[in-house]
């Protein structure tokens, strides 16, 4: 296998590209191909048309009357055509000469003195060159990747790549190609080919290459699995009845679980007890009450003489778990340590010795908690809020950190964003799932509506009648990750107007980029209810609890992802109070936009939304595969795939029980480097 090593521009992007073994190269497919086979008559050329034609120069000039550009006139039988390059080098002018035969292709505009092409491809050839045979592939690539750079590496990745049949014929769907041949055909179409078999992704070649993706991925799930089976855990069983940490604790809650609570809290607690550690994914629609279910298995691992951390994606998230834990449990004569990244000097020291020593019994903090001078006594149990964002590669870290002793810690990760079954299925077979599918009593339902930003005014007042009855509000503006200015000039400007709409309200401010102990205060007195109104940025898109606000007003909605959206509503009617989310636009709004708004007012089911994002995202997105920067499938689509999907999901421990090494080489050959992530 030989390596491509970065040195230039290009192949540092071919890196970034994960184009890095001849197998990447070969497995990496046109996104569409260009039809350079044929050769049309200028005289047919219509507008609109991508063509290729082949005429003689007649004329070739610099104009610069008006914008400096080279243009050239060239003629087959009788016909012309203009083609124009605004930018062009010497070598280009100096080869598009009179009486120059050229083959050029390119997108034809009915041009003010007829057909024209502007900047097409062309290239001088003699008369009667031969045509290509094949349909020429066009290839995902970014900027700095040169399309002919890349279609030269990739066809001499898919040349020098070893594309044996790795698969039995009975691990096979019937009637596909070999790779090989699939690979072949996917590159370099023969000409008769219906294109749009290919480009809908329906022909065999296609078939063949998502299954393998799929049994691939499969395969890697299934061995994560029987490498688990074979990992310790500290088996957390307790005995000692009502006198544990546990019973004193439900006892001591100002509420009983519900039902769903219970169902989930029992689930959890038989995989605790076992030899083998807990892979768990517990499931919630917003406001369902996961951390009191969080907080009852950090009692199991206390019980048991053990250490418990619970991490979460933001530092206010974290403070909002710490408080509550530190409520539930210091009166129980539990010792919860806090750490943070911006937590430093003494009292970090002081807390980091409580964690080694063990006289933390739960550490609550951000993904500081994985840090390197991070040390647990005696570590049995990890908790993970929404661990979509909490990046892949914290997760593999904690794991990693935690194994000490031999042992694994049990790991529960916690998500109000529910994962639709089918990815459940296939990211997740390594991945135990409980559901809380019930809300707790005396929720009231949140009204939600769809408001023009040019009616503000009128949710002004809103705000003003809910803060003269004692409510309070929520403003978000959204985080724009490549422009934190211009995201926080939307949430200041909202400030301004909010605090000069509500003379002798307080109205406070937080956004990313302020200092956690100004955010903590400002959430604190939002949280003790001295604040009426918090205009923030998705900062407090996860896990705030005041029961008190009523009110949720998103501005720029239709820039946020919809499982968002669902989130941030369920900061509202948390108590009794009857609530409302207004949901603001910016004027045009696209149809899909609205359409995608609209769902928020059809449903306030977390699943059904999960379903319309993920039909609108791609599982891609959904995952925050982006983040990790490991796209998990490429070709397969779990939306159309799911025949496929089945029987990879049938084959794969077959195959790994029958012919171990042939799956370890479909492993490798589809994932590479990535299979470390999928079993993360
Ligand atoms: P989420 O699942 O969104 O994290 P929380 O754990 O923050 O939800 O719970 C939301 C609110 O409901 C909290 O104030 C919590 O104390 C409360 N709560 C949790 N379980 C119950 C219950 N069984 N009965 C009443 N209130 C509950
Ligand atoms: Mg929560």
Redesign the pocket.
């Known amino acids: 296998m030989s390596a491509v090593k970065a040195t230039s521009a290009p192949q540092r992007a071919m890196h970034k590209l994960g184009l890095v073994r001849d197998i990447d190269l070969a497995l990496h497919l046109p996104l569409r191909y260009e039809d350079e086979t044929r050769i049309v008559a200028i005289a047919s050329l219509r507008h609109g048309n991508t063509a290729q034609v082949e005429g003689t120069v007649q004329d070739a000039r610099v104009d610069s009357r008006s914008r400096r550009q080279l243009v050239v006139h060239i003629a087959d039988d009788g016909a012309e055509l203009v083609l124009r390059f605004l930018h062009f080098y010497p070598s280009q002018q100096k080869a598009l000469a009179p009486a120059q035969r050229v083959r050029v292709r390119g997108e034809v505009r009915g041009g003010f003195l007829g057909r024209e092409m502007v900047h097409p491809a062309f290239k001088v050839v003699a008369e009667g060159a031969p045509l290509p045979t094949q349909l020429t592939p066009v290839y995902p690539t970014s900027a700095q990747l040169p399309q002919a750079y890349l279609r030269k590496a990739v066809a001499a990745g898919l040349a020098r790549a070893l594309l044996e049949e790795l698969l039995p014929p009975a691990a096979l769907p019937p009637g596909l190609p070999t790779l090989k041949e699939a690979l072949h055909t996917l590159h370099h179409p023969p000409p008769k080919l219906a294109l749009a078999a290919l480009e809908d992704r329906s022909h065999p070649a296609w078939q063949r290459l998502k299954y393998e993706e799929l049994l691939a991925q499969q395969l890697a799930q299934a061995e994560a699995m029987r490498e688990r089976a074979l990992l310790r855990a500290p088996p957390l069983a307790t005995t000692g009845g009502r006198a544990t940490l546990h019973a004193r604790l439900l006892a001591a809650l100002p509420?009983?679980?519900?039902a769903a609570?219970r169902r989930v809290c029992t689930e959890i607690d038989a995989e605790l007890a076992r030899v083998q550690p807990m892979h768990r994914l517990l499931q919630?629609d917003?406001?369902?009450?996961?951390?009191?279910v969080a907080a009852l298995a950090a009692c199991r691992a206390i019980d048991a003489g053990w250490q418990c951390a619970l991490m979460a994606p933001t530092e206010i998230l974290a403070e909002q778990h710490f408080a509550?834990l530190v409520q539930w449990l210091a009166p129980l004569g539990v010792t919860v340590a806090w750490l943070t990244g911006s937590r430093r000097g003494k009292g970090r020291t002081k807390m980091l010795a409580q964690v080694a020593s063990g006289e933390a019994a739960l550490v609550v903090g951000t993904h500081a908690v994985i840090q390197r001078d991070v040390v647990f006594a005696r570590l049995a149990l990890a908790i993970v809020d929404e661990q979509h964002r909490f990046g892949v590669a914290q997760r593999l870290a904690l794991r990693e950190k935690l194994a000490t002793q031999a042992l694994e810690p049990h790991l529960l990760m916690?998500s109000?964003t529910p994962i639709p079954r089918t990815l459940a299925m296939t990211y997740f077979a390594d991945l135990d799932v409980s559901t809380?599918d019930e809300l707790?009593?005396?929720r009231t339902a949140i009204v939600t509506k769809l408001f023009a930003d040019t009616r503000r005014d009128a949710v002004i007042a809103r705000i003003r009648d809910e803060v003269a009855r004692g409510r309070q509000v929520y403003w978000v503006c959204p985080l724009i990750e490549e422009s934190e200015t211009l995201d926080l000039q939307d949430a200041t400007e909202a400030h301004q107007q909010l605090s000069a709409a509500l003379p002798g309200r307080s109205v406070g401010l937080v956004h990313g980029r302020m200092p956690a102990a100004e955010k903590a205060a400002a959430m604190a007195q939002f949280t003790a209810g001295t604040m009426s109104v918090l205009v923030a940025t998705t900062v407090i898109e996860v896990?705030v609890?005041v029961?008190n606000a009523s009110l949720m007003v998103v501005e720029h909605a239709e820039r946020f992802g919809l499982s968002q959206l669902h989130q941030l509503r369920?900061r509202v009617g948390?108590g009794a109070v009857a609530s409302a989310c207004v949901l603001l636009y910016s004027t045009p709004l696209g149809e899909t936009a609205r359409a995608r708004l609209k769902a928020m007012i059809e449903t306030s089911d977390g699943f059904e939304i999960a379903r319309r994002d993920l039909e609108i995202r791609g599982p891609g997105e959904f995952m925050g595969s982006r983040q990790s920067g490991a796209a998990l499938l490429r070709f397969a689509d779990l939306n159309e795939d799911g025949a496929l999907l089945e029987r990879a999901r049938r084959v794969a421990p077959r195959l790994l029980a029958e012919q171990p090494d042939a799956a370890r080489a479909q492993v490798a050959r589809w994932l590479g480097t990535r299979s470390e992530y999928l079993n993360a």
């Open positions: 509420f009983t679980l519900t609570q919630g917003v406001g369902s009450g996961k951390t009191v509550k916690m109000a809380i707790p009593p005396g896990g609890d029961p369920g948390r």
